[in-house]
């Protein structure tokens, strides 16, 4: 078996409005691709015989060998981000299932999946590096309006006196 997920803690387990799809949530527990202690997220498709308590302790999900031919097709595939992506090898491939064993503290639970990802959580300190959105619309337009007219000759003095008689400064 290869281990794809693990997590420290208590790990939240969800069923996602799609039949079949959960989400855990916790702490990774160092296993590739995350990093420890960080936030993550294992999103699971089409695992139709999963029904996991509402929480697990020290969760992990395990990829039945595909040498074995349980399942067969299937890889890991890391990507630049941190984000694994459980697919087909071949694209356009038939629909197969992966052989996975989620266990946690006192669970244990054999059953298969169409695909599996693992997400990392952004962090507050990364969210608040990151640019703010963009201004509306309008107000996009109204500021590249009124720097094109202070680019006219007489513009600013006008748009300056008109500021001074509304008590702008």
């Not at 990093?35 to 089409?46: D, T, V, Y």
């Not at 071949?90 to 299932?97: F, H, K, M």
């Not at 309008?138 to 006196?161: D, E, H, S, T």
Request: hydrophobic letters at 45%; glycine letters at 10%; aromatic letters at 4%.
């Amino acid at each position: 078996m290869t281990l794809y997920a693990a997590f420290e803690g208590e790990v939240r387990c969800e069923r996602l409005a799609e039949p079949g799809a959960w989400r855990l949530s916790g702490r990774a527990r160092g296993a590739a691709p995350t990093r420890a202690g960080e936030p993550q997220l294992l999103l699971l498709n089409g695992a139709r015989d999963l029904d996991p308590p509402a929480t697990l302790q020290d969760a992990e999900l395990e990829l039945v060998d595909a040498t074995s031919g349980a399942s067969p097709g299937w890889r890991t595939q890391p990507a630049t981000v941190g984000v694994a992506l459980l697919a087909p090898v071949a694209p356009g491939a038939p629909a197969t299932r992966a052989g996975c064993v989620l266990r946690g503290h006192a669970y244990g639970r054999a059953f298969s999946l169409r695909s599996a990802q693992v997400q990392l959580v952004a962090s507050p300190t990364l969210i608040a590096l990151m640019a703010p959105p963009p201004a509306p619309l309008a107000m996009r337009a109204l500021a590249w309006l009124l720097l094109n007219l202070a680019r006219i000759p007489g513009v600013a003095g006008l748009l300056a006196r008109t500021r001074a008689d509304h008590g702008g400064g």
